[in-house]
């Protein structure tokens, strides 16, 4: 199972918006809507940013969004922010042989 | 307060053996799903095991089938990963994550501080 491809790094202006982009097969990001995504801090335990493709958890700022359009789950940061520059992931559950798969990896920075 | 602390990593020789655990409290453990995902030095997120809440039905990513095992103690409120026939692929912190459902298709909503694991002779 091969992971879902992001883009190695995104970036913007504070206040601008950015999307990073999650691609998959139907097999994963096509078929469900068990798609999330996670902010990492270097050295930190990754934190849950979106779940179920557009679900956002309480505590979780409202500058951050998820869609998805086929095979291809997208999250977006409005008003972008010097502390939003870190790593993002996002996961998908899968009908393949392995049940979860994870991105590749964005690294987001505040120009 | 909702926590999950693991412990059990350490340094191992090719071939070797340990015994990861995450000590979960603040919620009804049993009620959700557990995963282990592991992360190489420098490298992204690998999903490596998962297990429902009642223990019945776990999961392997295709690179630790055969030599990792997953399971839990709801009496304990916790969870383990057995993991054999180390190779030095398998460095990497290694986190404890709890599901939002108690089947393995929710996401991981509180995560554990890590534990690194590190194969080398």
């Known amino acids: 199972q091969s992971a879902l491809t992001q883009p190695a790094s995104v970036s913007g202006s504070p206040g601008q918006s950015i999307t990073i982009s999650c691609t998959g097969t139907s097999s994963d990001v096509g078929g469900y809507n068990y798609v999330s995504w996670y902010q990492q801090h270097p050295g930190k335990a990754p934190k849950l940013m979106i779940c179920e493709v557009s679900n956002r958890p309480s505590g979780v700022s409202n500058r951050f969004s998820g869609s998805k359009s086929g095979n291809t789950a997208s999250l977006t940061i409005s008003g972008l922010q010097a502390e939003d520059e870190t790593d993002y992931y996002c996961a998908s559950y899968t009908t393949n042989s392995t049940s979860y798969v994870f991105g590749t990896g964005t690294k987001v920075t505040v120009l | 307060e909702v926590q999950l602390l693991e412990s059990g990593g350490g340094l191992v020789q090719p071939g070797g053996s340990l015994r990861l655990s995450c000590a979960a409290s603040?919620?009804?453990?049993?009620?959700?799903?557990m995963s282990w995902v592991r992360q190489a030095p420098g490298k992204g997120l690998e999903w490596v095991s998962g297990?429902?809440?009642?223990?019945?039905?776990?999961y392997y990513a295709d690179s630790v089938r055969g030599r990792f095992t997953i399971s839990r103690d709801n009496s304990k409120n916790t969870l383990y990963l057995q993991i054999n026939s180390l190779r030095a692929a398998d460095t990497a912190v290694y986190f404890c994550a709890k599901g939002a459902r108690p089947s393995i298709l929710g996401a991981f909503d509180i995560w554990g501080q890590g534990t690194m694991v590190t194969v080398s002779s």
């Open positions: 603040g919620f009804t453990f049993s009620s959700y799903a």
């Open positions: 297990i429902t809440g009642r223990g019945i039905t776990t």
